[in-house]
């Protein structure tokens, strides 16, 4: 499966929501815009930095009908709290990591130690 490389700024959150149509009239298209309540979440956001984007590919069907894809998205600034929290997430997940390695590691060792021998010397 391929997946397209997407540049996120460092910091930010890429969200966005496809939106499936069946007509080219600019006023039907708008009602059913202002109709999506996801895609007026976006309208409602109150942030000087979010990045909008919209994306539109139209499908000609046969009897003039029309198969149109449009993509509309927000790219914006995670809060302060959050990126602490995610960093703190990400780096106990990487603790987590390192010590379930470095137990591996020496459970190798222990498999790999040469087992003590029982004497038999010591009960003649």
Known sequence: QMRAFVPVKENHLLSGIPVHLSSVDLKEIRKNLFGCKPIMEYFDLESDDAIFFTC???????????????????????????????????QRQIQQVAESRLLAAEQRRAKKAPKPRDDDSDSS
């Not at 499908?59 to 959050?82: D, H, N």
């Open 56 to 90: 539109a590919r139209v499908f000609p069907m046969p009897s003039t009908v029309a198969s149109v894809w449009l993509f509309l998205g927000v790219e914006m600034p995670l809060p302060e709290e959050t990126v602490y929290a995610l960093a703190k997430e990400q």
